[in-house]
């Protein structure tokens, strides 16, 4: 049986890269992968953006209301008019299905990423964090820790050196050009857009929150 795999990490732990290798191990030995992420995902618009510079264009992007599975399917075959296959050639098999950012996921499309592993037999790598700069859960990454039949921790480091644990948000003071970590605000902006993020060990999030967590 195929299994939905959820590799979550801070900010800055190699989550994307680690998708782009994945998916390039896949098609080293002749292998076809499909890439998606979360439409609410604008940073590099069609593509997967790895911080060291990788990138590569997604297969299709996920709206809110979407039915993954019919997504799924519809490229899988090459149904879709926006199936990035050649239909005249054949469309072989899909081996794995690769999507980052997943924790932007509704709770209902990882139940479709579950139903992808399970009844269409194809294995699904979900890359995300798992909680916010509040240290709150993102809604589909509580649903992966719930279903994933595999879950692994990618693991990065914080500026004092220890390992990194919470995602933090930081912004811009118009009047000094100085950037301060905030604590407050939608749970969903995305990096480069109007702020951007660290990640911080407990001790350090703590101290620069002034002990509040959430």
Excluded at 5 to 31: D, H, I, V
Excluded at 80 to 89: F, H, N, Q, S, Y
Excluded at 112 to 139: K, N, Q
Excluded at 185 to 201: F, P, R
């Amino acid at each position: 049986m195929a299994k939905l795999y959820f590799r979550y990490g801070a900010m800055n732990s190699g989550k994307s890269t680690g998708l782009l290798q994945a998916a390039f191990n896949y098609e080293e030995r002749g292998q076809r992968v499909l890439l998606a992420k979360p439409q609410v995902d604008t940073k590099g618009d069609d593509e997967i953006v790895s911080r060291l510079g990788v990138s590569r264009r997604v297969d299709f992007r996920i709206r809110p209301d979407d039915d993954v599975v019919q997504l799924f399917r519809g490229h899988a075959s090459g149904e879709d008019p926006d199936a990035l296959v050649d239909r005249l050639d054949g469309v072989p098999p899909v081996a794995c299905l690769l999507v980052d950012e997943a924790q932007f996921l509704t709770p209902g499309q990882v139940d479709d990423l579950l139903r992808i592993a399970v009844e269409e037999g194809v294995p699904v790598l979900a890359y995300g964090i798992r909680t916010d700069f509040r240290t709150h859960s993102f809604p589909g990454s509580a649903r992966l820790m719930e279903l994933a039949h595999s879950l692994e921790e990618l693991k990065t480091i914080c500026r004092c050196g220890k390992k990194a644990l919470f995602n933090t948000r930081k912004a811009t003071d118009p009047a000094t050009g100085e950037e301060h970590y905030i604590f407050e605000g939608d749970q969903v902006a995305i990096d480069g857009v109007e702020v951007t993020y660290d990640s911080l060990c407990g001790g350090c999030y703590l101290r620069e929150s002034g002990g509040r967590l959430g």
